[in-house]
């Protein structure tokens, strides 16, 4: 299946986890891509696992919650693509700790990277994607946006921000053809995941030692297949912001496992 022959791709935190496992897949169904991360060390983990598709990947270091950096990476990749008929916005972390603990700095900067972040990267994309073939943007929600997930109220405050976002956009650029989307990952083995529902991003603190677990009880997937990998996102992400979504705009998917019947 070749859904994306001719069809020009940015997917951003590529370097790990689903946005790596989303590069991937567009580079399997034939897809040229841009994968951009803020670490160098992943970008080159995913170039050497692109195999044959490695020739038609090409790679920026961006850190998406820096205005300038997300200007100088959206100009290289529109550079190389020629266009953009596609955008993924995978990058993210997870900061999680008790409420009254959590410093300004550390709450502001889960809502720079998260939500911002994907506000910059949408806003410097989209003169490109209004020229476009099918144009589509897929964002990263979470299901902490509508479901209780303590000790993260930073983290779902930025996930409800980017799914009302979504929801704006698709009615703003309708006319102009861009589809928006966003995903609700779940109970996903990632870098944000160490698989036993404790949440952690690779680069900072996972829950605090004192975390009260039986909070967790209803966070687990009702399949009994333990924690879904990040190609079972990414299959999905394919699929919305390939031609196979032409009809899907202004709404969520989420990808739980049924974790939230």
């Given amino acids: 299946m070749l859904r994306y022959e001719n069809r020009r791709s940015l997917v ?90 959590t410093t300004l700095d550390s709450f502001e900067q889960v809502l720079r990277i998260n939500l911002v972040g994907t506000f910059l990267m949408i806003r410097e994309s989209l003169p490109a994607l209004k020229q476009g073939q099918n144009a589509a943007v897929v964002n990263f929600s979470s299901t902490s946006a509508g479901f209780a997930h303590p000790y993260m109220a930073a983290y779902a405050a930025s996930k409800g921000g980017i799914q009302s976002m979504t929801h704006a956009l698709a009615s703003e650029f309708a006319k102009d053809n861009i589809r928006f989307t966003s995903v609700q990952p779940g109970s996903i083995s990632s870098g944000m995941t160490d698989g036993s529902g404790a949440s952690r991003q690779s680069a900072g603190p996972g829950l605090p030692e004192d975390a009260d677990m039986s909070l967790f009880m209803k966070l687990a997937p009702a399949l009994g297949q333990g924690f879904a990998s990040p190609e079972t996102v990414a299959g999905v992400v394919a699929m919305l912001a390939s031609d196979d979504g032409a009809f899907i705009t202004g709404t969520e998917i989420r990808i739980d496992g049924g974790t939230h019947f």
């Fill in 12 to 101: 951003t935190g590529g370097g790990s986890g689903i946005g790596q496992a989303t590069v991937l897949r567009i580079l399997a169904e034939g897809g040229r891509v841009v994968a951009s991360d803020v670490s160098e060390q992943g970008l080159a983990d995913t170039v050497a696992k692109a195999g044959d598709g490695a020739d038609r990947l090409k790679t920026v270091v961006v850190n998406i919650a820096d205005e300038a950096s997300v200007k100088a990476g959206v100009a290289e990749a529109l550079e190389f693509l020629g266009g953009l008929d596609a955008l993924v916005n995978a990058a993210g972390i997870l900061r999680s700790s008790h409420t009254e603990q």
